[in-house]
T-cell receptor, first 114, second 110 residues
Framework: DAGVTQSPTHLIKTRGQQVTLRCSPK?????VSWYQQALGQGPQFIFQ???????QRGNFPDRFSGHQFPNYSSELNVNALLLGDSALYLC?????????????FGDGTRLSIL | GQQLNQSPQSMFIQEGEDVSMNCTSS?????WLWYKQDPGEGPVLLIA?????ELTSNGRLTAQFGITRKDSFLNISASIPSDVGIYFC??????????FGTGTSLTVIP
């Protein structure tokens, strides 16, 4: 039973560049949520995708965008990178339409901005 | 956004001791989740709670959904070295967004 997988594991970019992070949900899951976790803090919700549409968005600027594919995998795109975007980006998957379904996390992508 | 405050912020305990931590908010939450995160890894789900007053166990871990729906508690009995890590609570307020707490760092001294 494959868990949530994310790629790449680490990434180094410079200010102003763009980045794409990828996530494959846990087998059988159809909902994907993305989180940003700064060092020493809890994860912060970026957005959630269900049925290939953004279902809910947290307090993040439009530089953060995403996509969900028909196979339920997802991408997170960040444009015009800032130093403050350096963080661990976590993908979580869950099953179905109900909001209270437990979310299962991948090990994240560590993004460093120079 | 909603604030979830976890206490204590950090704990240093002897192996074999019991551990208690909590998560509080000024708002009412509908679902509580507890996670453990090890360095370099993603959070791992420990327990999910769905009703006020609910008490759920997972091995040596027991969690409760507070009666007021504004808090939740996690207890670990007979701690072992592999319990070391950061414990996060997460609450579902409205919509589809889970809010995460500030975390409790647990160190177990052998």
């Amino acid at each position: 039973d494959a868990g949530v997988t994310q790629s790449p594991t680490h990434l180094i970019k410079t200010r102003g560049q763009q980045v794409t992070l990828r996530c494959s949900p846990k087998s059988g899951h159809d909902t994907v949520s993305w989180y940003q976790q700064a060092l020493g803090q809890g994860p912060q919700f970026i957005f959630q995708y269900y049925e290939e549409e953004e279902r809910q968005r947290g307090n993040f600027p439009d530089r953060f965008s995403g996509h969900q594919f028909p196979n339920y995998s997802s991408e997170l795109n960040v444009n015009a990178l800032l130093l403050g975007d350096s963080a661990l980006y976590l993908c979580a998957s869950s099953l179905g339409r109900a909001a209270n379904q437990p979310q299962h996390f991948g090990d994240g992508t560590r993004l460093s901005i120079l | 956004g909603q604030q979830l405050n976890q206490s204590p912020q950090s704990m240093f305990i002897q192996e074999g001791e019991d551990v208690s931590m909590n998560c509080t908010s000024s708002s009412i939450f509908n679902t509580w989740l507890w996670y453990k995160q090890d360095p370099g890894e993603g959070p791992v789900l420990l327990i999910a709670l769905y009703k006020a007053g609910e008490l759920t166990s997972n091995g040596r871990l027991t969690a409760q959904f507070g009666i007021t729906r504004k808090d939740s508690f996690l207890n670990i009995s007979a701690s072992i070295p592999s319990d070391v890590g950061i414990y996060f609570c997460a609450g579902l307020y409205t919509g589809n967004q889970f809010y995460f707490g500030t975390g409790t760092s647990l160190t177990v001294i052998p």
